[in-house]
């Protein structure tokens, strides 16, 4: 059974993307939570790299990542979080960037 698993990093958008999403402009620098599915809930940092190079982030800095306890998203504080899950669950992944410091 496939699980999400949460990665979090920093990186530069560069710009080009093999997706079409609202992304920040180039050239900025932001936090970011990568959603992504996967067999096993074992780091995977080298797909969680590949992930945020084909969302256009480059300059990449990995600060951790845990499974996702899909029960936490039926609290007020991870409400939010659900599409993203959903999203990673149907697409294989999710990118949530972070406004810059």
Not at 65 to 90: H, I, P, Q, W
Not at 91 to 101: E, I, K, M, T
């Amino acid at each position: 059974m496939a699980v999400v698993m949460l990665y979090r990093l920093r990186g530069r958008y560069s710009g080009p993307s093999e997706y079409e999403w609202h992304h920040p402009a180039p050239g900025a620098i932001h936090d970011c939570l990568l959603f992504l599915r996967q067999e096993t809930a074992q780091e995977q940092y080298s797909d969680a790299e590949l992930e945020s190079r084909r969302h256009g982030f480059v300059d990449l800095e990995f600060f951790g990542c845990g499974k996702l306890d899909v029960e936490v998203l039926n609290t007020d504080l991870y409400r939010g979080f659900s599409g993203f899950y959903e999203a990673a669950m149907n697409d294989g992944c999710a990118l949530v960037f972070y406004p810059s410091r």
